[in-house]
């Protein structure tokens, strides 16, 4: 089982950006297949984000945040990043990240270990 840490969320004016990381431990980092990115905003569901094959070549994103959002890893540093751009009071939610996401055709979910996530709060 491999231990996720979230770093980087706070509060920022809408416009502004921020940068998420997640960095994972008890397991070699490249052994994991896909990561990403979920968001839980108060009073409503968890919702996907971002996702990144093991290799980083192929990534997907949630329609609401393409374009402004980019995902990476750095499977060297063991760390997963979320590089959020003109960032809207919309986004505001506590973010997680999470391995061994699978596309079942329809939605992502995530079947390995969780983060305890960081807070993003956006400012209008």
């Known amino acids: 089982q491999v231990q996720l840490v979230e770093s980087g969320g706070g509060l920022v004016q809408a416009g502004g950006s921020l940068r998420l990381s997640c960095a994972a431990s008890g397991r070699t980092f490249s052994s994991v297949y896909t990561m990403g990115w979920f968001r839980q905003a108060p009073g409503k569901e968890r919702e996907f984000v971002a996702a990144?094959?093991?290799?980083?070549?192929?990534?997907f994103y949630a329609d609401s945040v393409k374009g402004r959002f980019t995902i990476s890893r750095d499977n060297a540093k063991n760390t997963l990043y979320l590089q959020m751009n003109s960032l809207k009071p919309e986004d505001t939610a506590d973010y997680y990240c999470?391995?061994?996401?699978?596309?079942?055709?329809?939605?992502?979910?995530?079947?390995?270990?969780w983060g305890q996530g960081t807070q993003v709060t956006v400012s209008s």
């Open positions: 990144i094959s093991r290799t980083g070549a192929n990534t």
């Open positions: 999470a391995d061994d996401l699978r596309f079942d055709g329809s939605s992502w979910s995530g079947f390995g270990s």
